[in-house]
């Protein structure tokens, strides 16, 4: 059978490199079939160490830079200036707010040592890349204009994005929260679960979990640095002596905050203020402590019942209060002392 002839034209056309047998054009021709493989050829095996050189240079940079901000941001809590400052916390503070600031160290180490390290990696491997286009005589010009433009228009798409992981990132720069403190972001109040550079996850007292995103936080209530203030508001009648609802009030506030269940949460004695304000039911005695981060509420509870008892093995007078009878007659009021 004779095999016919295929016409020159329905040939596809190759380069003309491909043509002289025992070059590198002609056998990636042959092994790839790809025009522009095989017409940089040449070029690729001539530039073959410098592209090797390259790679491996910026392999390197990019572990050096790694290892670099993973020992600067575990050696920065480290620091001769956080060990001063640790020395300057009274001995009594310590053993409260070390747990809680080496939870947010750690969280923080792990976020700003992440974005760096993806950062850096970037930017090394796109040099790199460029250099190598480089080698190949490729025009950069018009890809990084083109690339400058599609930036803007993405820097004008995404300013949220922007902004949230700005936001993030001064916010865990400063310190100003971390997983487990109790803040008011605002429109949310409830205990830190996660902190990330886009949002901040947190949940409330009813268990719901919020997700509020970093850009749109304007303020920052932190209720777990340090310490917390536990405020005990206690009502009494206008007939009430308030010297003595005060030594009561604090001898009941001391005799219960010595018990094992709280004993640990103190960080100073109470102390009482007097009276806060006179309201047409009665006057208001506040007491404050000084307590653990987030133990507030519970040292609250736990005087609030002590000092009501006290009051009423001592019958102190209470405020009036207002009932209405079950037969729909007009109000009574009754009081209690």
């Known amino acids: ?21 025992g070059t590198w054009c002609a056998r990636f021709y042959q092994w790839t079939n790809n025009d522009f493989l095989a017409q940089s050829a040449d070029t690729i095996m001539s530039k073959t160490f410098a592209i090797t050189l390259i790679v491996v240079m910026a392999l390197l940079v990019r572990y050096l830079l790694h290892r670099a901000i993973t020992r600067l941001i575990e050696g920065a809590a480290n620091s001769a200036v956080s060990r001063l400052v640790r020395r300057r916390v009274p001995q009594r503070k310590r053993p409260v707010g070390a747990p809680l600031i080496s939870q947010r160290r750690a969280q923080r180490a792990r976020t700003i040592g992440s974005v760096l390290r993806s950062m850096t990696s970037a ?8 250099m190598i286009l480089a080698e190949f005589g490729v025009a950069l010009g018009p890809i990084l204009a083109s690339a400058g433009i599609v930036g803007v228009a993405i820097g004008f798409g995404a300013q949220n994005l922007v902004r949230d992981f700005l936001s993030g990132m001064f916010m865990l720069l400063e310190d100003q929260y971390g997983v487990g403190d109790i803040v008011d972001l605002g429109d949310a109040t409830g205990t830190v679960e996660a902190v990330g550079l886009r949002i901040t996850t947190l949940r409330d007292l009813q268990g719901t979990v919020w997700y509020v995103r970093n850009g749109e936080i304007l303020r920052v209530g932190n209720m777990s640095q340090g310490y917390a203030v536990a405020v005990v508001d206690v009502p009494l009648a206008h007939t009430a002596d308030t010297t003595e609802a005060t030594e009561i009030a604090a001898r009941a506030a001391s005799e219960r905050l010595e018990r094992d269940d709280l004993s640990d949460d ?12 006179v309201t047409n039911e009665g006057v208001m ?31 102190m007078p ?12 007009s109000p009574t009021a009754t009081g209690k002392g």
């Open 123 to 130: 930017i090394v491997l796109l040099i790199a890349m460029v």
């Open 318 to 329: 209470r405020p009036l209060i207002f009932q209405r009878p079950a037969d729909g007659a």
């Open 1 to 21: 059978m004779i095999p016919l002839a295929v016409p020159d034209s329905v040939l596809p056309e190759q380069p003309v490199c491909a043509a002289d047998p």
């Open 266 to 277: 103190v960080l100073e004695p109470p102390e009482v203020l007097g009276v806060d304000r």
């Open 285 to 315: 005695l506040r007491l404050t402590v000084r307590v653990s981060p987030g133990r507030q509420w519970a040292v609250q509870r736990a005087l609030n019942a002590a000092i009501t008892d006290a009051f009423d093995d001592a019958g």
